[in-house]
């Protein structure tokens, strides 16, 4: 640990494992060599065009499979493409249904909500193939406009189990086996829209509503008693508007943590049951607001905190200011 400390002075006492082990020495390797490979050249940086899109609406990368995929709803324009150099490029329509008015995307699927509270999907990248061909999910839908999507980030889901959300103006949460189109859970959460749902797909479901309440449904995902427990975990106040679209919110599932900001302000929320409901705040200067904020990419987010990790295996957060100030 001593000669880690030498190496890397500006570090501080809490930072995030790159190696993931609780031996200093594997660390100090992993960086070392990281190091090495970047000043020989075998870091990169490369600009490429995506010449088949007008605009891009989400980005999203596959380091798995050294791919990215790119997504137009101007134009319902799928791209995918080496993530290196952008060779081996591939595009296809992805038609977007009218009257959408709530769409999310990963790097397998596609999922749409409309006004008329049907809810249609697609798998778009299946073995480094774009696939095309939207299909309207099965009844029981929605009874409303649907107000949020959300789509598992991480692999897609097996036959059988949620990969998607969805959340209609009655304050209605369905829940979707993506393969199949089939719904698999139902459930009353508000008697307002749904605006904002996050979900890992293993143990805990978050939604917020119109009016700034924040739930935290647990048991979902039980094999043997799935027996869905709604809990309204806070209250978020937004200063601006008397709704919560702005709102972005971001999970932390490893740290059992909540992240919800808007312009002016930004709160961690705990759902951790030792310290449930608790929370800070971000505390800007006058006249300062927040452009973005965003979570370290990587494993830790989805993954359980090991606390005897090398640098105490934090997840690391950055938020930019619109003063380019950041945090």
């Not at 490369?46 to 007008?54: E, H, V, W």
């Not at 919110?249 to 310290?275: C, F, T």
Request: hydrophobic share 35%.
């Amino acid at each position: 640990m001593q000669i880690f400390r030498i190496r890397y002075p500006l570090v501080p006492s809490h930072f995030s494992s790159i190696a993931r082990t609780h031996q200093w020495r594997e660390e100090l390797i992993k960086r070392e060599l990281l190091l090495k490979n970047w000043r020989k050249g075998k870091g990169f940086q490369n600009t490429f065009t995506l010449n088949d899109l007008l605009f891009v609406s989400d980005l999203h990368a596959d380091f798995q499979n050294n791919r990215m995929l790119a997504f137009d709803t101007h134009t319902g324009r799928l791209l995918t493409c080496n993530i290196n150099n952008g060779s081996s490029m591939d595009s296809n329509i992805s038609s977007v249904p009218s009257g959408t008015t709530s769409y999310d995307i990963s790097k397998h699927f596609i999922f749409y909500g409309r006004w008329d509270g049907k809810v249609f999907g697609s798998l778009i990248n299946h073995k480094n193939i774009l696939m095309s061909g939207i299909k309207e999910f099965q009844n029981p839908q929605h009874q409303g406009m649907i107000t949020a999507i959300h789509l598992i980030k991480t692999d897609l889901a097996k036959q059988g189990k949620m990969g998607g959300f969805s959340g209609d103006q009655h304050g209605n949460l369905r829940g979707w086996d993506l393969k199949k189109g089939e719904k698999m859970l139902s459930l009353n959460i508000s008697s307002l829209p749904l605006v904002k749902i996050e979900s890992n797909g293993k143990d805990v479901i978050v939604v917020l509503s119109n009016n700034g309440d924040l739930f935290i449904i647990d048991n979902v995902f039980n094999l043997f008693d799935p027996s869905p427990k709604v809990t309204k975990l806070y209250h978020f106040e937004n200063e601006e508007e008397d709704d919560q679209i702005s709102t972005k919110m971001i999970v932390d599932y490893g740290g059992q943590k909540i992240i919800l900001y808007n312009n002016h302000k930004l709160e961690i929320i705990s759902y951790a049951s030792d310290n449930f409901g608790n929370y800070c705040t971000l505390v800007l200067e006058l006249n300062e607001s927040i452009y973005k904020a965003s979570l370290e990419q990587n494993n830790t987010q989805f993954s359980v905190q090991d606390k005897d990790m090398v640098g105490g295996d934090p997840l690391m957060m950055g938020v930019l200011l619109r003063s380019a100030d950041k945090r």
